[in-house]
C-alpha cells in the first residue's frame, strides 16, 4: 500500500492572505517571481508578478473572471491591494 504525503510541494510554496471579503494566494516561483490569485467578492484574477527589493518590480494581469471594466486606475488599485496583502504574509 502507497501513502500520498500530506503536504506537496505546492503546499510550501503557497501563501495565503485574507483581509475581509478579499483574499490571496501566493506561489512563489523558482526564479523568485509570484503567482498571485486574487480573489475579491465574485471577481478572481490571475496575476504574474516579480519583486526586486521588497517591491513589485513588474506586475501583469494574466486573466479575469467575472464582469469588470479594466482601466489603469483598476490595475494600480490591484498592485497597491497586492503590495499591502504581501506585507500581512511576512
Same mark, same amino acid.
Given at each position: 500500500?502507497?501513502?500520498?504525503?500530506?503536504?506537496?510541494? +505546492?503546499?510550501?510554496?503557497?501563501?495565503?492572505?485574507?483581509?475581509?471579503?478579499?483574499?490571496?494566494?501566493?506561489?512563489?516561483? +523558482?526564479?523568485?517571481?509570484?503567482?498571485?490569485?486574487?480573489?475579491?467578492?465574485?471577481?478572481?484574477?490571475?496575476?504574474?508578478?516579480?519583486?526586486?527589493?521588497?517591491?513589485?518590480?513588474?506586475?501583469?494581469?494574466?486573466?479575469?473572471?467575472?464582469?469588470?471594466?479594466?482601466?489603469?486606475?483598476?490595475?494600480?488599485?490591484?498592485?497597491?491591494?497586492?503590495?499591502?496583502?504581501?506585507?500581512?504574509?511576512?
Amino acid at each position: 500500500m502507497n501513502q500520498m504525503s500530506l503536504i506537496t510541494q +505546492t503546499d510550501v510554496c503557497q501563501k495565503r492572505a485574507c483581509l475581509d471579503n478579499v483574499r490571496a494566494v501566493f506561489t512563489e516561483n +523558482t526564479d523568485g517571481s509570484y503567482d498571485v490569485v486574487l480573489e475579491i467578492n465574485s471577481n478572481k484574477f490571475l496575476i504574474a508578478m516579480h519583486n526586486i527589493a521588497n517591491q513589485i518590480d513588474s506586475l501583469e494581469l494574466i486573466s479575469t473572471k467575472g464582469f469588470m471594466e479594466i482601466s489603469n486606475k483598476i490595475i494600480l488599485m490591484i498592485k497597491r491591494l497586492i503590495e499591502h496583502l504581501r506585507y500581512r504574509l511576512d
